[in-house]
């Protein structure tokens, strides 16, 4: 949205600075936690399109330019840690959302944490998720080869084909997906370490909202890691987004943006 004033801020925790982008508003802050594979600016279309006038602050996770690294002992608790350092600093509750990787984080993250507004989660992933491209992504990193890095995460992982990458390989977002790449074997690692606390999830005292991209239900890898977590989660509004997969904040961003905006504000959005 034009008007509002967009800004980088930073927490520091632990030793390790971890920076967000955030544009101002009035109201109940939303927090955008992406994955793998993303940072603030890849998001930021998203932001861009949504309607509400709350506050949106979208974190660079660890490994994500400003933020620090990953740092030694590297864990999904790491992560947890950071999001209620953030949470703890912005001092007042928030609407949170997760994509992804980011999901995972957020929904462990609030079973640990009152007075959430609401919890919004686009296709989380848990483990088992691709623990076979573990070896060959710390292969490919260590040997600086990250657009190896970047095919492995798009074809053995997401599942796409070697011709999507081709074409992705001269959009000018590859040098982007470079970059992030780096920290890929350490986060998907980390993602095949932890196990969820699924058990304690249909205890969430708050509005909870699952997005769904409709291509990908009911498939691997994305829709079948979604269903653990919809059948944690009975209390919440599962939204199907129409005509996207995992990577509608890149491919739609303004129907991703209403989806979101919808749960925030609590208006009803397809089953």
């Known amino acids: 949205m034009k008007g509002f004033n967009v800004r980088t801020i930073t927490f520091d925790h632990d030793g390790t600075t971890i920076s967000a982008r955030r544009r101002d508003g009035d109201g109940p802050p939303v927090v955008v936690l992406p994955g793998i594979m993303a940072d603030a600016a890849t998001w930021q279309p998203v932001v861009d399109h949504l309607t ?12 994500r330019a400003p ?32 994509w992804s990787y980011g999901a995972l984080i957020a929904a462990e993250t609030a079973t640990e944490r009152a007075g959430l507004r609401s919890l919004t989660l686009y296709e989380p992933v848990g483990r088992p998720f691709a623990p076979e491209a573990v070896p060959l992504l710390r292969d490919a990193i260590d040997r600086g080869d990250l657009d190896r890095a970047v095919e492995i995460v798009n074809i053995t992982v997401s599942g796409f084909t070697a011709s999507y990458v081709a074409a992705l390989r001269e959009d000018p977002v590859w040098p982007v997906l470079r970059t992030l790449a780096a920290s890929l074997a350490d986060e998907l690692a980390a993602i095949n370490d932890h196990r969820p606390r699924l058990h304690e ?15 990908n239900e009911g498939t691997a890898p994305y829709g079948t890691a979604f269903t653990p977590f919809a059948q944690a989660l009975p209390q919440a509004r599962i939204v199907r987004v129409p005509g996207q997969g ?3 904040h890149a491919q739609a961003p303004r129907l991703l943006a209403e989806s979101i905006a919808d749960a925030v504000s609590g208006t009803p959005a397809g089953r």
């Open 201 to 215: 999830y249909r205890d969430l005292d708050l509005p909870v909202t699952l997005l769904l991209g409709e291509l």
């Open 52 to 63: 509400p006038s709350n506050p949106v602050i979208v974190l660079n996770r660890r490994g």
């Open 246 to 248: 995992h990577l509608a």
């Open 67 to 98: 933020s620090g690294p990953l740092g030694a002992g590297y864990t999904v608790r790491t992560e947890i840690d950071d999001l209620h350092h953030v949470l703890d600093a912005l001092g007042e509750p928030v609407h949170l959302f997760g």
